[in-house]
């Protein structure tokens, strides 16, 4: 039965196939990379990183832009709530990026109003992965999205993190990972610290540290911002669901991380 | 050579009507009632498969009848609210245009197919205080020869509609707290089927749109939720 007000021809649950088949207008047509009309400049989002705590698991970003050696935005958002126990960071051209966080929060709200439930964690992991995948002939020509994507295992009661590679290669993390320009530093940072099941403060904490190591040695890098008030994102995803540090908790773990790095040099 | 018979227009659309509406005398009703925190939405409903479902952040949609029908209205409804959250604004997508989809594509199904569509529902959306222009509720019949009406406070939908219908307007109060109007709600399904046992609060199907909620505001309350709201006093 057809019901002619409506004009839709597809009949399952993904709203990126939905697009594809019956609005194609509005979708993800990439044949325009192909032949791009000249190089092309786009503001690209900088450092995000993952990992593993006590309740659950933890996803930063910083908030900068950059356009080349520009600074693009300085309160970009770089880390978006998929849905109540899922978070994708993203890292790389900012445009496409964030449409992609858009798109795979509508696909999983939309899978869960067909479907009446919503999707495995994994099954929201691998959705995402084709969603890079079909962004690789942009990345061909320099807007890559590597997103980072972690949440909280309703079945297994557990965060779980996974990172992306430009082909939609999809790989599972079991303690912590980071990416963007700024990843290798917070990576290294993370790797320092990191112990299993730190509680939240310890893994605010760590967070804090990470991006402000990024930022000391990778420019590309916003860190905390005390001057213009801008603080980074710092989500946790647990068994409740997904909350966002508060900037004051933010600024006061920042000072202090500040304090005890002065008192280490002036005690030389 | 065969004369074709004649068979007037009155009389296959009354044919028709008759046939829908006897459909879904068949099944049970569902109601929609406006309360202090939002919309509620009830239906008597023993098995899993659900009639009320969520369409958009602040629409949600009931059907009755036919299960197959108004479940594939009920799917067309999100996949039409997406694309055009999507294509737009969130706040692009209301109840209005999307009731008027319904009526158009269900008045065109009762003219144009043999069989009529054996259904009925409901399309409510909670008001948002804080957007200018959305800040009423609305609520949407929408019967299967297509035919659309709008409702205030409370609508009913299904075989004895009439009947309950009778029952809220005369005990419907604006600003009811959700306890009260669920045990409304209740009383008034428990009149769909007159002598039979009351009904049993694991048989309903209760689902709200809170104002309260960011974001998503549909909210299916779990059973035992619905048992203790509905014996608290």
């Known amino acids: 039965m057809k019901f002619a007000g409506f004009g839709s021809r597809y009949e399952g649950s993904s709203f990126s196939e939905l697009l594809r088949v019956d609005h194609p207008q509005l979708g993800l047509d990439q044949s325009w990379v192909r032949n791009p009309p000249g190089p092309i400049s786009a503001p690209h989002g900088t450092t995000v990183l993952a990992f593993k705590y006590a309740d659950g698991v933890v996803v930063a970003g910083d908030r900068l832009a950059t356009e080349g050696h520009r600074v693009a935005s300085r309160d970009i958002q770089k880390v978006y709530a998929t849905d109540d126990y899922s978070i994708m960071a993203i890292a790389g051209a900012a445009g496409p990026a964030i449409e992609m966080a858009r798109l795979l929060r509508i696909e999983l709200e939309h899978y869960e109003k067909i479907e009446g439930e919503p999707l495995e964690l994994e099954g929201k992991a691998n959705k995402l992965s084709q969603m890079v995948r079909q962004n690789l002939p942009a990345a061909m020509q320099g807007l890559v999205v590597v997103p980072l994507f972690a949440g909280y295992d309703l079945r297994r009661h557990a965060g779980r993190l996974w990172k992306y590679d430009v082909t939609g290669g999809r790989y599972e993390e079991t303690e912590f990972e980071a990416t963007g320009s700024g990843g290798l530093f917070a990576g290294e940072s993370l790797k320092k610290a990191y112990r299993p099941n730190v509680l939240r403060d310890e893994a605010l904490r760590m967070s804090v540290e990470a991006l402000t190591d990024a930022a000391d040695q990778d420019r590309a890098t916003g860190g905390v911002d005390v001057e213009r008030r801008i603080f980074p994102s710092i989500d946790f995803c647990t068994a409740e669901g997904t909350r966002r540090a508060e900037d004051g908790e933010i600024e006061e773990v920042y000072r202090q991380l500040m304090a005890a790095r002065r008192d280490r040099s002036n005690s030389r | ?233």
Do not use: W
């Open chain 2, 1 to 233: 050579m065969s004369i074709p018979f004649y068979v007037s227009p009155e009389q296959v659309m009354q044919d028709k009507a008759e046939y829908a509406r006897k459909g879904i005398a068949r099944g049970k009703s569902s109601l929609t009632l406006e309360y202090d925190g939002g919309i509620l939405l009830m239906a008597e409903n023993p098995s899993s498969l659900s009639k009320i479902g969520e369409i958009y952040d602040r629409i949600a949609f009931a059907g009755v009848g036919k299960f197959s029908e108004f479940d594939q209205l009920r799917k067309i409804g999100v996949r039409y609210a997406d694309v055009k959250g999507y294509a737009y604004s969130r706040d692009d997508v209301r109840a209005k245009a999307l009731a008027n989809a319904y009526s158009q594509a269900m008045g065109d199904v009762f003219v144009r197919e043999l069989k009529p569509l054996e259904v009925e529902m409901l399309v409510a959306e909670v008001g948002d205080e804080n957007l200018a222009g959305h800040e009423k509720n609305a609520i949407y019949r929408v019967q299967f020869d297509g035919s659309i009406s709008d409702h205030e406070g409370y609508c009913v939908i299904g075989g004895a509609a009439e009947d309950l219908d009778a029952l809220l307007r005369a005990e419907y109060r604006p600003g009811l707290p959700l306890g009260d109007a669920m045990r409304l709600g209740q009383r008034a399904l428990q009149r769909a089927n007159e002598g039979a046992p009351p009904v049993d609060p694991d048989n309903l199907e209760v689902c709200l749109l809170e104002k309260a909620r960011t974001g998503r505001k549909f909210n299916r309350l779990p059973s035992d939720r619905v048992r203790e709201l509905l014996s608290a006093t």
